[in-house]
């Protein structure tokens, strides 16, 4: 029997890659998107070329509503989901006393509130079912706190809360909750970085390099399928963060 994931933010480096990995592991794809549709249709049909089987979303995952009616979709179009990946997020970068109660209410909002907004939607068809999986992207900077990026900070640690929480309330329903959190990788929200600031990190990294988006999608898809595994963060990160 084919199992169905739901991937958020699945037009941007990581998402892509992870809603891919899934598909050749065989899964039915759900590839969520908030405004990027074209791409997302694009990625959609690009696995169903390949024989897989893939629908394409566009909401806004800090809007109830929106996110309410995209469950229904995805459930309606490729049955039971029994994976759900929280991966959709969006940055702010610059001093906090800069940012504006709106800007940081946004960032909470898309990357902690939407997540919570995913899980209970998606949650009641789990535990009719006493199984299902969830994985939440997170950030090496929610386990360190970054300069600059308080709200994404403040939003990523929450996630790990969230993980932590749900796996302990879910797991008597045969539910699991786990978390990646990627270091430095090479996406398009990483391309901003200046050439000297990219250096830097680097070599902070014991690696001594940037990851992959690859990289990243097998450690969610490695705790999407191991059954005895919740609760966990996963650092993806070359040991930036030990």
Not at 176 to 181: D, K, L, Q
Request: hydrophobic letters at 45%; one cysteine or more.
């Amino acid at each position: 029997m084919r199992k169905n994931v739901l991937v958020t933010g699945a037009t941007g480096g990581i998402g892509r890659a992870i809603a891919l990995a899934f598909a050749e592991r065989g899964y039915g794809v759900g590839v969520h998107c908030c405004h990027r549709a074209e791409e997302a249709r694009a990625l959609a049909a690009a696995i169903r070329e390949q024989g897989g089987n893939a629908f394409a979303y566009q909401a806004d995952v800090a809007d109830e509503g929106q996110v309410e009616a995209m469950a229904a979709a995805a459930q309606r179009d490729l049955g039971f989901v029994e994976v759900l990946v929280n991966n959709a997020g969006i940055a702010w970068k610059g001093l906090l006393t800069d940012m504006t109660l709106a800007e940081w209410r946004r960032v909470l909002d898309v990357n902690c509130t939407g997540a919570f907004l995913c899980c209970r939607a998606f949650l009641p068809a789990m535990i009719r079912e006493k199984r299902g999986s969830i994985v939440n992207i997170s950030s090496m900077w929610g386990q360190q706190g970054a300069s600059c990026e308080a709200a994404y900070s403040a939003s990523k640690a929450a996630l790990i809360g969230l993980t932590q929480a749900l796996a302990q309330e879910e797991g008597p329903s045969g539910i699991r909750v786990n978390c990646v959190a990627p270091g430095v990788i090479d996406t398009p929200m990483n391309a901003g970085l200046s050439p000297a600031d990219l250096a830097a990190l680097k070599e902070e990294t014991p690696l001594q390099r940037t990851g992959t988006p690859e990289e990243v999608a097998q450690a969610v898809l490695c705790l999407a399928e191991q059954e005895f595994i919740t609760g966990q963060v996963l650092g993806v990160n070359g040991g930036f963060v030990i």
